[in-house]
């Protein structure tokens, strides 16, 4: 399945910290753009929305 990775808005704008997100019907993909040989996560779209809330209220 081809999907359409684009760069997180979280990650860092000097290059140094920068990770690419896919979505798809069934998961969240991530993987570090600078080992995207090395495979991705995948993430139930409901985790993924946890995640980024706690991440946006400082809890990680």
């Known amino acids: 399945m081809a999907v359409s990775w684009r760069k997180s808005s979280y990650s860092s704008d000097t ?3 920068c990770v690419e997100v896919a979505e798809t019907l069934s998961a969240v993909l991530v993987r570090d753009t600078q080992h995207r040989d090395l495979g991705h996560l ?6 993924w929305v946890v995640f980024l809330a706690d991440l946006k209220d400082n809890r990680l």
Do not use: L, T
């Not at 995948?42 to 985790?47: D, L, Q, R, S």
């Open 42 to 47: 995948g993430f139930a779209p409901a985790e």
């Open 15 to 17: 290059g140094g910290n």
